[in-house]
């Protein structure tokens, strides 16, 4: 069975940091590319960043990019996300969702999701 | 970026009832396009992918349809656990967008 589990979640003060992980057993997180997903208090989803297989790839979106950074040890078999100079905004729960494809290889979708961490950005 | 819209945000339904959502894309999307159920306090879940393609273990009374800028999610038969938020995705882009939901509640 795959599994997921975030950690590092916590109360930061805005323009604080702080290192999010993803810890995966039952699957070899080296063979798949990986995202991480967070979702504002009572609020919808919103995919944040993208790292493939290697780790050569990687995306952000608008909302963190220059302040996240997404990296993985596939030797720990874990995935991160480096936080910086966060803001209220960034108050959220924090997934990491494992990407995998249809049979073709075509369809892109995240089968497999932690239970979450929650970040709160407040003085 | 791509907008993807679901409608109704909200709806109210009987157990027994079939329940349908639509979701739709600002721009063509083909097929690409996953259904999640997220029930309060815990992560979203997988229901169908490519528009129609069932995930495991998901029951069959779930089923999803259209390609391009318009889909539906159906629940032919709404069962007591299946109260909760769906959302649409769209992965025609890498970093897929979300619709903003629609939460499925007891009348």
């Known amino acids: 069975e795959v599994q997921l589990v975030e950690s590092g979640g916590g109360l930061v003060q805005p323009g604080g940091s702080l290192r999010l992980s993803c810890a995966a057993s039952?699957?070899?997180?080296?063979?798949?590319?990986m995202n991480w997903v967070r979702q504002a208090p009572g609020k919808g989803l919103e995919i944040i960043s993208y790292?493939?297989?290697?780790?050569?790839?990687?995306y952000y979106a608008d909302s963190v990019k220059g302040r996240f950074t997404i990296s993985r040890d596939n030797a720990k078999n874990s995935l991160y996300l480096q936080m910086n100079s966060l803001r209220a905004e960034d108050t959220a729960a924090y997934y990491c969702?494992?990407?995998?494809?249809?049979?073709?290889?075509?369809?892109?979708?995240?089968?497999?999701w932690g239970q979450g961490t929650l970040v709160t950005v407040s003085s | 970026d791509i907008q993807m819209t679901q409608s109704p945000s909200s709806l109210s339904a009987s157990v027994g009832d079939r329940v349908t959502i639509t979701c739709r894309a600002s721009?063509?999307?083909?097929?690409?396009l996953n259904w999640y159920q997220q029930k309060p306090g815990k992560a979203p879940n997988l229901l169908i992918y490519?528009?129609?393609t069932l995930q495991s273990d998901v029951p069959s009374r779930f089923s999803g349809s259209g390609s391009g800028t318009d889909f539906t999610l159906t629940i032919s038969s709404l069962q007591p656990e299946d109260f909760a938020t769906y959302y649409c995705?769209?992965?025609?882009?890498?970093?897929?967008?979300f619709g903003q939901g629609t939460k499925v509640e007891i009348k």
């Open positions: 969702a494992r990407v995998l494809y249809d049979s073709n290889g075509f369809y892109r979708h995240l089968a497999d």
């Open positions: 039952g699957v070899t997180l080296s063979s798949y590319e």
């Open positions: 790292i493939d297989s290697s780790g050569n790839t990687i």
């Open positions: 721009e063509s999307i083909s097929s690409y």
């Open positions: 490519a528009a129609s």
């Open positions: 995705q769209q992965n025609y882009r890498t970093l897929g967008t």
